[in-house]
């Protein structure tokens, strides 16, 4: 079992910037992959970015040059540094683990484990 502790959420104006953390319990091969997820208002929750133990990272486009993914392995740590953020930028954010599948690949599919999730609001 995975137990994701999230923190870094709160209120910013347009363009400027946040930094979410997520502490896992535990390094295992369910911790391979860690992830950023949202659910914006009214729409499905999507992947945000992902990050895989060797480093490799993926992003979505609306988020890809804005958005950074980075992670701490020796603290079981997972880092999102959002920049030039906006008002579609607003919704609840959850950190996520699971294993990597293919090898060396994050499947959105493959998370497992999800944090509590932090509000991120963007006002104009």
């Known amino acids: 079992q995975v137990r994701l502790a999230e923190s870094g959420g709160g209120s910013v104006q347009t363009g400027g910037s946040l930094r979410l953390s997520c502490a896992a319990s535990?390094?295992?091969?369910?911790?391979?992959?860690m992830g950023w997820f949202r659910r914006l208002p009214g729409r499905e929750r999507e992947v945000v970015a992902t990050?895989?133990?060797?480093?490799?990272?993926t992003y979505v486009d609306s988020v890809r040059g804005r958005f950074t993914i980075s992670r701490d392995n020796a603290k079981n740590t997972v880092y999102l540094q959002m920049n030039s953020l906006n008002t579609e930028d607003t919704g609840m954010y959850y950190c996520?683990?699971?294993?990597?599948?293919?090898?060396?690949?994050?499947?959105?599919?493959?998370?497992?484990?999800w944090g509590q999730g932090t509000q991120v609001t963007v006002s104009s």
């Open positions: 535990t390094y295992s091969a369910n911790t391979v992959c």
């Open positions: 996520a683990a699971g294993d990597s599948y293919p090898p060396g690949y994050c499947n959105p599919l493959g998370f497992r484990y």
């Open positions: 990050i895989h133990s060797y480093g490799r990272t």
